[in-house]
Every structure is written in structure tokens, then in C-alpha cells.
T-cell receptor, first 116, second 113 residues
Framework: NAGVTQTPKFRVLKTGQSMTLLCAQD?????MYWYRQDPGMGLRLIHY???????AKGEVPDGYNVSRLKKQNFLLGLESAAPSQTSVYFC???????????????FGEGSRLTVL | QQQVKQSPQSLIVQKGGISIINCAYE??????FPWYQQFPGKGPALLIA?????SEKKEGRFTISFNKSAKQFSLHIMDSQPGDSATYFC????????????FGAGTRLFVKA
């Protein structure tokens, strides 16, 4: 079982370059999330989606855009990368059935991004 | 604004000892409080979770204690083992706002053999 798959796993960018991180899940989950992890900061929510075609801002959305054109995919874009966006990015998904939420997040293995 | 505060940042425990990690939250709308475990190079994975209608939940060597009135919860790892060495995150989420899960800053646990 693949679960949540993130690509690429590693990427080095120069300031001002753009890139897209791809997240794919095969669990038919409605909800998908992008987090960034920085030392001493924990996991901070960038953007999330409650279903195909929907997106919403999280705690730290500035400098990022997302799209959820297909239920199984959630893309995170950086239009003009900055050194402050050097981080490890995690995608997660969850299943929430009406009236019986489990709340568990299933994470990918992360994408390490360095912006020079 | 840190909605979930976690302490300590790091913890060293002898093998067989008890590891205790504490968290406090602010938003009373939270109704699900999970703990995630993360090993180096991996994504976090759910370890144990509790809802506010119970004060304690135990799964094997792992126990969550929950104090709703104080808005605090803690993770206790009994008989800590070197294999428990990892980063632990407390978190909170609720039915409002898309079930967003807010994480604490994390605790790096090292269990000495």
C-alpha cells in the first residue's frame, strides 16, 4: 500500500525560481493538507483542502499556492522561492465521515527543499 | 500565536524509565487530541489519541492523561526503550474549520541504553 506519496523527495532551488511539489494519496481521503516542518517550530499548516476543487489557507500560507484538481492529488506551488522557504514539507490526508470523524492524519515521507 | 504549547523541547531518559511530555491548548473548540511519533527521515505517524470526554487513555506502554478544565494533556511512556527515541508531537483539532490539526513544537526524546 502506497498511502501518501510525495515527489520530489529533495530539491535545491535558487532564489526566485518556481517549483511544484506533488502529493498523491490512494486511500480515497477527502481531506488533504500541506505542512512545513522547521526546527523548534513543529509542523505548521500551509494550506489544506476539504475536497476536490477546494482549497483554504492555513497558518502560514504566504508565498505558496495549492490546487486540488483531482481528489487523489494535492499540489503545492512556490512561485518565487525565497531562502525562508527552506524547509521540509509534508503532505497529509485524512478521512472524515459525517458524524464519525477519526481525525487521524496520514503523512508522506516529506520533501526537503533548500533555497539558495 | 501558538495554539498548542509543548514542553520540554528535548528529553533524555534512561532505559526503563518514564518519559513525560506535556502540552497545553487554548482553543476550547478542539475535540481531538492526538500524539504523533516521528523517526528521522520519516513522516509523523499517529501514536495514540484521546477525546475530551475521557481523562485517560492507555495503549500498551503509552498513556495520555487529559485535564479538560486546565486545557492540558500529557503523554507518558512507561518502561522507555531505546527504540522509543524519536520526536513526539502533540496536536489538537476540531470539527470547525476543516478539521485542521494544529501541532505543538515537538519533543526530541532520547532513551539511553
Amino acid at each position: 500500500n502506497a498511502g501518501v506519496t510525495q515527489t520530489p523527495k529533495f530539491r535545491v532551488l535558487k532564489t526566485g525560481q518556481s517549483m511544484t511539489l506533488l502529493c498523491a494519496q490512494d486511500m480515497n481521503h477527502e481531506y488533504m493538507y500541506w505542512y512545513r516542518q522547521d526546527p523548534g517550530m513543529g509542523l505548521r499548516l500551509i494550506h489544506y483542502s476539504v475536497g476536490e476543487g477546494t482549497t483554504a489557507k492555513g497558518e502560514v500560507p504566504d508565498g505558496y499556492n495549492v490546487s486540488r484538481l483531482k481528489k487523489q492529488n494535492f499540489l503545492l506551488g512556490l512561485e518565487s522561492a525565497a531562502p525562508s522557504q527552506t524547509s521540509v514539507y509534508f503532505c497529509a490526508s485524512s478521512h472524515h465521515a459525517s458524524g464519525s470523524s477519526t481525525g487521524e492524519l496520514f503523512f508522506g515521507e516529506g520533501s526537503r527543499l533548500t533555497v539558495l | 500565536q501558538q495554539q498548542v504549547k509543548q514542553s520540554p523541547q528535548s528529553l533524555i531518559v534512561q532505559k526503563g524509565g518514564i518519559s513525560i511530555i506535556n502540552c497545553a491548548y487554548e482553543n476550547t473548540a478542539f475535540d481531538y487530541f492526538p500524539w504523533y511519533q516521528q523517526f528521522p527521515g520519516k513522516g509523523p505517524a499517529l501514536l495514540i489519541a484521546i477525546r475530551p470526554d475521557v481523562s485517560e487513555k492507555k495503549e500498551g506502554r503509552f498513556t495520555i492523561s487529559f485535564n479538560k478544565s486546565a486545557k492540558q494533556f500529557s503523554l507518558h511512556i512507561m518502561d522507555s526503550q531505546p527504540g522509543d527515541s524519536a520526536t513526539y508531537f502533540c496536536a489538537a483539532s476540531g470539527h470547525t474549520g476543516g478539521f485542521k490539526t494544529i501541532f505543538g513544537a515537538g519533543t526530541r526524546l532520547f532513551v539511553k541504553a
